[in-house]
């Protein structure tokens, strides 16, 4: 079983920037398609950005595409997802999430580690 920890959330003004990171133990998340997803109050949890097993491809919600970038270093079994020009409305917690597949998607079902979560705030 793997688990996974984010860190790297916090409170930041709209338009800054923040970094996310999933660090792995247990299990290697090398062979694996990783993710990132969100959940506000009150909605569902939402896909934003996942990253096939050796990096050549990736999936960006359309919300962030252009300001988010998802990386994944293996050897230190790693994922980040990089967020820039940041809105109000990403406000929510942010989860990392190893897929049961070496390929990317986006629904939550695929994926079968997901780590507590780190909140990230966009406020003035």
């Known amino acids: 079983q793997v688990q996974l920890v984010e860190s790297g959330g916090g409170l930041v003004h709209p338009g800054g920037s923040l970094r996310l990171t999933c660090a792995a133990t247990?299990?290697?998340?090398?062979?694996?398609?990783m993710a990132w997803f969100r959940q506000a109050p009150g909605k569902e949890r939402e896909f934003v950005a996942s990253l096939n097993r050796n990096a050549g491809d990736t999936d960006y919600a359309d919300s962030v595409k252009g300001r988010f970038t998802i990386s994944r270093d293996d050897a230190k079994n790693t994922v980040v997802l990089q967020m820039n020009s940041l809105k109000p409305e990403y406000t929510a917690v942010y989860f990392c999430?190893?897929?049961?597949?070496?390929?990317?998607?986006?629904?939550?079902?695929?994926?079968?580690?997901w780590g507590q979560g780190t909140q990230v705030t966009v406020s003035s």
């Open positions: 247990g299990r290697t998340i090398s062979g694996y398609a």
């Open positions: 999430a190893r897929s049961r597949y070496n390929f990317c998607t986006s629904r939550p079902g695929d994926y079968s580690g």
